[in-house]
Nanobody, 114 residues
Framework: QVQLVESGGGLVQPGGSLTLSCVASGFDFSTYAMNWYRQALGQERELVAR????????FVDNSVKGRFTISRDNAKNTVYLQMDTLKPDDTAVYYCNRFGSNYWGQGTQVTVSS
């Protein structure tokens, strides 16, 4: 069955960096675009970035443009979200998602605070 497992979250100070990973299994990873979403407490889940099947970012939200980079390694069935210059507003649970599906990981908490 389809599984998505995120990791890499944690507590970081403003201005810091984190790299999130999402390992996929149960489907042909290399043929699907992948998304990173986030959901802050009391807010709706929002799309952060999308990468197509061959590794090009096809969407990056304006709020993270220039700070976050989405990438993938099809040999490792993994999609990444490199997050730099983090701000308190980036605090949320981050989820990966297979594009066009209702498959989600369990999420990984990112907290940006001094």
């Amino acid at each position: 069955q389809v599984q998505l497992v995120e990791s890499g979250g944690g507590l970081v100070q403003p201005g810091g960096s984190l790299t999130l990973s999402c390992v996929a299994s149960g489907f042909d990873f290399s043929t699907y675009a992948m998304n990173w979403y986030r959901q802050a407490l009391g807010q709706e889940r929002e799309l952060v970035a999308r990468v197509n099947s061959v590794g090009y970012a096809t969407f990056v939200d304006n709020s993270v443009k220039g700070r976050f980079t989405i990438s993938r390694d099809n040999a490792k069935n993994t999609v990444y979200l490199q997050m730099d210059t983090l701000k308190p507003d980036d605090t949320a649970v981050y989820y990966c998602n297979r594009f066009g599906s209702n498959y989600w990981g369990q999420g990984t908490q990112v907290t940006v605070s001094s």
